[in-house]
């Protein structure tokens, strides 16, 4: 019974003789056991060593308490699995390192047509997420902005194969951005904004495309970087879930809507933001978001702000992600009372 603690079975059964006898010498417990004195020696130094017996001057033998004894064996087995499962990891760890090459961590891209073409490998390999911070400005301009146009791109071909996007989108956009985002929407995109340091497009947490933004600067020839260091995309990863937390949910399917813009207007009231900063997201002035209220207002038949939350709340065109009762907002339009404040 006790094999499992590293006790063998002829020293088991000798503890077993010896236990319930006050002290035995070896060739007592031959006689009892039925082994030679030669092996019951070899069993009691075992059980000597394991700290399960111990003998006197004169040659006989006593056993030692066998719980606390077991208990202690079991600690330092436990001891001996976890040190060795660490030592395993960082032998790991080591191996990945020296078997690594540092031209397959990271790949430099220079030029629109290679990194365009990377892109779409890159989107095409997704098997289960791609995530992604969007920035202006582009590599490649989308001019027709149709279900049927947008359906070669990859990732309008990743959701189609039930990969999931997730998207946070740097502020400011114009309908045709909007009108895009919400075709999208549509097709299954998660989309937030939030201010985004960067371009970024992460793929099933295994490898990154990172633009240079310095490169698309006049003059300069476009750059990119595809890392496959884990240590590097679990860093950005990680950044990316930060931004995503704290982003704002874009709505884009609200009643009766006929500018896009609106619809991100009504998500960010949903989160408590400011009319500054939903203007300044949007490319407005404040006396436009202002008015855009006022126009929602009347659309729902109500003449304040705590209303207005109440009525967007039972409208069946809200059903985005984090939806928020718009009581989180004062009526002093400037200052939100929500924590979630955009700026």
Same mark, same amino acid.
């Given at each position: 019974?006790?094999?499992?603690?590293?006790?063998?079975?002829?020293?088991?059964?000798?503890?077993?003789?010896?236990?319930?006898?006050?002290?035995?010498?070896?060739?007592?417990?031959?006689?009892?056991?039925?082994?030679?004195?030669?092996?019951?020696?070899?069993?009691?130094?075992?059980?000597?060593?394991?700290?399960?017996?111990?003998?006197?001057?004169?040659?006989?033998?006593?056993?030692?308490?066998?719980?606390?004894?077991?208990?202690?064996?079991?600690?330092?087995?436990?001891?001996?699995?976890?040190?060795?499962?660490?030592?395993?990891?960082?032998?790991?760890?080591?191996?990945?390192?020296?078997?690594?090459?540092?031209?397959?961590?990271?790949?430099?891209?220079?030029?629109?047509?290679?990194?365009?073409?990377?892109?779409?490998?890159?989107?095409?390999?997704?098997?289960?997420?791609? &995530?992604?911070?969007?920035?202006? %400005?582009?590599?490649?301009? =989308?001019?027709? *902005?149709?279900?049927? @146009? #947008?359906? +070669? !791109?990859?990732?309008?071909?990743?959701?189609?194969?039930?990969?999931?996007?997730?998207?946070?989108?740097?502020?400011?956009?114009?309908?045709?951005?909007?009108?895009?985002?919400?075709?999208?929407?549509?097709?299954?995109?998660?989309?937030?904004?939030?201010?985004?340091?960067?371009?970024?497009?992460?793929?099933?947490?295994?490898?990154?495309?990172?633009? &240079?933004?310095?490169?698309?600067? %006049?003059?300069?020839?476009? =750059?990119?970087? *595809?890392?496959?260091? @884990? #240590?590097? +995309? !679990?860093?950005?990863?990680?950044?990316?879930?930060?931004?995503?937390?704290?982003?704002?949910?874009?709505?884009?399917?609200?009643?009766?809507?006929?500018?896009?813009?609106?619809?991100?207007?009504?998500?960010?009231?949903?989160?408590?933001?400011?009319?500054?900063?939903?203007?300044?997201?949007?490319?407005?002035?404040?006396?436009?978001?202002?008015?855009?209220?006022?126009?929602?207002?009347?659309?729902?038949?109500?003449?304040?702000?705590?209303?207005?939350?109440? @009525? #967007?709340?039972?409208?069946?065109?809200?059903?985005?992600?984090?939806?928020?009762?718009?009581?989180?907002?004062?009526?002093?339009?400037?200052?939100?009372?929500?924590?979630?404040?955009?700026?």
């Amino acid at each position: 019974m006790l094999q499992p603690l590293g006790i063998s079975a002829e020293a088991e059964a000798v503890y077993v003789a010896l236990g319930p006898m006050r002290s035995a010498s070896a060739a007592e417990l031959a006689r009892l056991t039925s082994l030679t004195p030669e092996m019951v020696a070899e069993n009691l130094e075992e059980l000597r060593r394991l700290g399960l017996a111990t003998d006197s001057s004169r040659g006989n033998w006593r056993a030692l308490p066998l719980l606390d004894v077991v208990n202690q064996l079991k600690a330092q087995r436990l001891s001996e699995i976890e040190l060795a499962s660490v030592a395993a990891e960082s032998l790991e760890s080591h191996l990945l390192a020296a078997g690594a090459s540092p031209v397959d961590d990271v790949k430099i891209l220079v030029g629109r047509e290679a990194i365009v073409a990377a892109h779409r490998e890159l989107l095409d390999s997704a098997r289960r997420e791609i &995530s992604a911070f969007d920035k202006p %400005p582009y590599a490649q301009a =989308r001019t027709n *902005i149709t279900e049927e @146009a #947008l359906s +070669v !791109e990859p990732e309008w071909q990743a959701l189609e194969r039930n990969v999931t996007l997730r998207v946070v989108y740097h502020p400011g956009f114009d309908p045709e951005r909007l009108t895009e985002l919400g075709l999208f929407a549509k097709k299954g995109e998660l989309s937030r904004t939030s201010p985004v340091p960067m371009k970024l497009i992460l793929v099933d947490s295994q490898v990154a495309l990172i633009p &240079s933004m310095r490169s698309y600067l %006049p003059g300069h020839e476009l =750059r990119a970087s *595809i890392v496959r260091h @884990a #240590l590097l +995309v !679990e860093a950005l990863q990680w950044l990316f879930e930060a931004v995503w937390e704290a982003a704002v949910p874009i709505m884009t399917s609200v009643n009766s809507e006929t500018d896009p813009r609106r619809q991100m207007l009504i998500s960010m009231l949903m989160t408590g933001s400011t009319d500054s900063a939903i203007a300044n997201t949007l490319n407005i002035n404040v006396r436009s978001v202002r008015r855009w209220i006022s126009d929602l207002m009347d659309e729902m038949g109500v003449t304040t702000r705590l209303q207005l939350g109440a @009525a #967007l709340v039972r409208s069946d065109g809200l059903r985005g992600e984090r939806a928020m009762s718009l009581n989180s907002v004062s009526p002093n339009s400037n200052h939100p009372v929500a924590p979630a404040s955009w700026e």
